[in-house]
């Protein structure tokens, strides 16, 4: 998450942690130079070396010059590190008389910018205001920020294993006297051969950051990834551990370089813009210090401004909306909202969406006409897609590994599961399906919350199903009156709700299964019904082939056409069954009635399909396509014809009871088949071939024609 337009990107386990009072801050020189611009480690290298009076010869001022002139040859900083200066230096000079220098050379103008103390003391202080803050440097500016706050240094360290004792600041090199006359008791950690005894022979140093790594979240800020507190500690965890899991550095460049220069030290780097005095990472830093001041207040100014809806906000901005809404609590506050986040929301939390192609759009607030749906929904972390040319056609989109999904389990919401979220093997809760996480469940009653604005309707008709909790909450506030739903609205989840039962039922039966079971136990009543019912037709949604790429708006919805796309699906066998003799009637019976709830379904959605059916007669011509005659509705009438017709063979009785109830029936379908089936002698006896064709030809929308044809 972003708290700035051009500021980096802060993991979002890394911000939670710390509003938990579960991160160290590690802070460096880049801290002290920042706002008080006091000298960096090899600036306060070039001072000591100034008023020491080193003269050009010195082993301590050719090592220095050498190491900037790498520096700025080659780009690659720390070849030559400043704590080999100071160690030359031990050679010259007494250590009292360089700790001397050194505390003179760090000591602060009057009225010092403590802006960047600040942010860090309050992004340190956890929620039970304890600050769990690490330096190296030798300044006392921390203090000048008069917080009452504990401070720690060598030999005296807290124990990280002991929560109450991990509070206040930690000199971790040393401090420097009151008046900068020079360093406190115990030095400072100046020299190799002090770095070496801190983190290497005595170890303490290296000892303590084992512990604090252990237990918390570190974040190194104001140190490059060459700076020789860095290359001490860091170098030699890593070696032994690999990857250190949960530490962080802010890095100022480009994010290849920036990862590049951390990775080998086990670090992983959040990259940011160096520009203006590295005013991005400040900002970023002021603006998630006033966060950690009162973490409600700004989640809750946040779902403020998600109420303006995604389109009115930047990329960042909706960063911030997808942050809270991965978190329980965060996400509590966005549905507990007195007025609700806009549906549109539901763009931003699914990928799917975010990531759709470009479309033509009936929102007349875009007269260009064709939009970007990505435009309008990415959040801050979003890679974005490729864009075809103009005059060129859309490129493919795929949406890439690790996109945020509002609706995907996180690693927070697995560390939450409990047992109500697992299937059970047996009891009574085996049947039953298990809970959502208690997140995704505050997702689903924003949903549900939302059920009666188009945009949510909309949306779930792009989706295959939707978990049987969400469904009951909809279903709920459906049938109570604390939601007022537009009959379209309603009408439409209605419609969603057959849909998603019907595939739940159709996955559960499949022509192999039934085959299978045939097999095993032959035909029986049982085993017709659930061949009827694998050929039952249903109705289908979807979105619309050409669907607007963006929501639709209340006052847009005067027809289910602008929420969903309404079709019957007409399931086949994927491999043909043989129907002994003696159950044929029974099937044929069956599939009549599938065939009179295809034309309701047909006649409910419109009739469109019921005006364009194919030839119940083969056609001998090869250049006819024969798709339409075996699959829809059309494939449908021809199967049921092929079985009658058999059975006009087999039993002609029994044909002639089943062609008589088609004359009660209603619809072109069967009257199409009364004109067909007519032409069997054994069916309609010759004498009355023409009043029966006279009688069922009266209606001027059939034609007999079409039958034969």
């Not at 801050?25 to 008080?36: E, I, L, M, P, T």
């Not at 082993?59 to 080999?84: C, F, M």
């Not at 290296?206 to 700076?227: L, N, P």
């Not at 069956?590 to 056609?619: D, H, T, W, Y």
Request: with cysteine.
């Amino acid at each position: 998450m972003r708290f700035t337009q051009n500021g980096p990107t802060i993991p979002d386990e890394l911000l939670l942690a710390r509003d938990q009072g579960r991160v160290v801050f590690f802070c460096g020189a880049g801290v002290s130079r920042a706002k008080a611009e006091l000298p960096d480690f090899y600036g306060l290298a070039e001072s000591v070396l100034q008023t020491l009076g080193t003269s050009d010869a010195s082993p301590a001022k050719k090592t220095l010059d050498a190491a900037k002139s790498i520096d700025n040859e080659t780009g690659v900083t720390g070849v030559i590190s400043a704590d080999r200066v100071f160690g030359l230096l031990e050679r010259e000079f007494f250590p009292q008389e360089i700790e001397e220098k050194v505390a003179s050379a760090l000591k602060p103008k009057s009225g010092v910018n403590l802006l960047a103390h600040n942010i860090l003391l309050d992004l340190a202080t956890a929620p039970n205001g304890s600050v769990e803050l690490v330096t190296t440097n030798f300044d006392r500016l921390f203090q000048d920020c008069k917080r009452k706050t504990k401070t720690w240094k060598p030999p005296y360290l807290p124990n990280p294993s002991r929560p109450s004792e991990m509070n206040g600041v930690v000199y971790l090199h040393g401090r420097a006297a009151v008046d900068y006359s020079s360093a406190e008791d115990g030095g400072f950690v100046l020299t190799s051969a002090q770095f070496g005894k801190a983190y290497i022979s005595d170890g303490w140093a290296t000892r303590f950051f084992k512990e604090v790594i252990k237990r918390y979240y570190v974040v190194f800020v104001g140190y490059s990834a060459d700076d020789p507190p860095v290359q001490y500690l860091l170098e030699a965890l890593n070696s032994e551990s690999g990857q250190l899991e949960g530490a962080y550095a802010f890095q100022s460049g480009r994010s290849d370089d920036a990862e590049w220069k951390w990775f080998h030290k086990g670090v992983t780097a959040i990259p940011y813009d160096d520009e203006n005095d590295h005013e991005a990472l400040w900002h970023s830093l002021e603006k998630w210090a006033q966060k950690a001041r009162d973490p409600e207040k700004w989640t809750v100014d946040v779902v403020e401004k998600a109420k303006r809806g995604p389109r009115t906000l930047h990329p960042f901005e909706r960063g911030q909306v997808a942050h809270i809404a991965s978190y329980t609590e965060g996400m509590r506050k966005f549905v507990e909202s007195r007025e609700l986040p806009p549906a549109e929301w539901l763009c931003v939390f699914d990928p799917e969406l975010r990531y759709d192609k470009p479309g033509v759009t009936s929102d007349l607030s875009h007269p260009a006409g064709v939009v970007d749906p990505f435009d309008f929904y990415s959040i801050d972390d979003d890679i974005p897609p490729l864009k075809a040319s103009p005059g060129t056609d859309s490129i493919p989109r795929h949406i890439p590994d690790g996109a945020w999904d509002a609706f995907s389990l996180n690693h927070l919401d697995m560390l939450a599961l409990r047992e109500q979220n697992f299937p059970s093997a047996r009891g009574v809760l085996s049947s039953e399906v298990p809970d959502l996480p208690t997140r995704i469940s505050l997702v689903a009653e924003w949903v549900a919350k939302s059920s009666n604005h188009p945009t949510t309707v909309w949306w779930a008709a792009r989706q295959v199903s939707l978990h049987p909790q969400i469904q009951k909450r909809i279903r709920w506030y459906l049938e109570n009156t604390e939601l007022d739903y537009p009959s379209t609205i309603r009408q439409a989840w209605y419609y969603l709700f057959e849909y998603w039962e019907n595939r739940k039922i159709g996955g559960e039966l499949d022509s192999f299964a039934l085959e299978q079971r045939i097999e095993g136990v032959g035909w029986n009543s049982a085993v017709v019904r659930d061949y009827a019912a694998v050929l039952k037709p249903c109705l289908s949604v979807s979105r619309h082939l050409y669907a607007d790429p963006l929501p639709p708006k209340v006052s847009e919805v005067t027809h289910l056409r602008r929420l969903m796309h309404l079709d019957v699906d007409y399931p086949q066998l994927e491999t043909e069954i043989p129907i002994p003799d003696d159950w044929l009637q029974v099937i044929v019976t069956e599939l009549r009635k599938n065939l009179e709830l295809a034309v309701c379904l047909e006649s409910e959605i419109g009739g469109f399909r019921l005006e364009m059916i194919g030839s119940i007669v083969p056609q001998d011509d090869p250049k006819i396509d024969t798709f339409r005659r075996y699959h829809g509705l059309t494939g449908a009438i021809n199967k049921y014809a092929e079985l009658f017709q058999r059975l006009s063979k087999l039993n002609a009785s029994l044909a002639r009871d089943e062609f008589d109830v088609w004359g009660t029936l209603p619809g072109v379908v069967f009257s199409r088949l009364r004109i067909w089936a007519a032409s069997f002698s054994t069916v309609v006896a010759s004498s009355e071939f023409c009043s029966q064709i006279t009688l069922m030809v009266n209606p001027p929308e059939i034609f007999v024609g079409h039958i034969f044809d």
